[in-house]
């Protein structure tokens, strides 16, 4: 990946557990956006936090941005076996528009 | 609400044949970009398009070539196709070229070279 990498690769927890994934990334970012991917299927954007925010919530979603550390968190709160799915965290660079993914975290969740 | 379209969702074809994906972006977004996802990787930004013109380049293959149209539609023409290039490809669109925006991802298009 020309990102870095995404901690756990896997994780597999039970139902109204939370479940929490980490990125790293290696350069300058102006944003992070973190997706979803059902197996096989369609990137679906979940949250995005720009580089001068440190912490974001969308409904059971929370993210964290540490520019000094060049991570992010994505913390999913009270998980459902509808969480089920690859995380992907994705970064664009100043003056960039592509995004650059890191190799995701997939995540199972068991009723 | 519209989403990005991409079509054929599946497509088949032989080693040193052509393919052609196209993709239709959400009304009103003049940005497209293409993605490649190899099996079980994370998505590799190909190219992507402003106002029909090629914005930004990432690893695209000399064998693939890319344009917009006058109608913001996109098309990915790729040719001699390898065993290699089988890998689900998408198309994002946004509303315009900027790093804060986020963008909409279609479908997918499915290719297998066999």
């Known amino acids: 990946s020309q990102q870095g990498e995404e901690d756990p690769q896997a994780l597999s927890i039970q139902e109204g557990e939370n479940a929490t994934m980490n990125c790293s990334y290696k350069t300058s970012i102006n944003n992070l956006q973190w997706y979803r991917q059902n197996s096989g299927r369609g990137l679906v954007h979940l949250i995005l936090i720009r580089s001068n925010e440190r912490e974001k919530h969308s409904g059971r979603l929370r993210v964290t941005l540490d520019t000094s550390k060049k991570s992010s968190s994505l913390l999913i709160t009270a998980s459902r076996a509808a969480d089920t799915a690859s995380y992907f965290c994705a970064t664009t660079s100043p003056g960039g528009t592509a995004l650059i993914f890191g190799k995701g975290t997939t995540l199972s969740v068991s009723s | 609400a519209a989403g990005v379209i991409q079509s054929p969702r599946h497509l088949i074809k032989e080693k040193r044949e052509t393919a052609t994906l196209k993709c239709y972006p959400i009304p009103r977004h003049d940005t497209v970009y293409w993605y490649q996802q190899g099996p079980g990787q994370d998505p590799q930004f190909l190219i992507s398009?402003?106002?029909?013109?090629?914005?930004d380049k990432g690893s695209i293959p000399d064998r693939f070539s890319a344009q917009q149209f006058s109608d913001y539609h996109s098309e990915l023409n790729m040719s001699s196709l390898e065993l290699g290039d089988s890998a689900l490809y998408f198309c994002a669109s946004s509303p315009r070229v900027a790093s804060y925006n986020e963008q909409f991802f279609g479908p997918g298009t499915r290719l297998t070279v066999l």
């Open positions: 398009f402003y106002e029909k013109m090629q914005s």
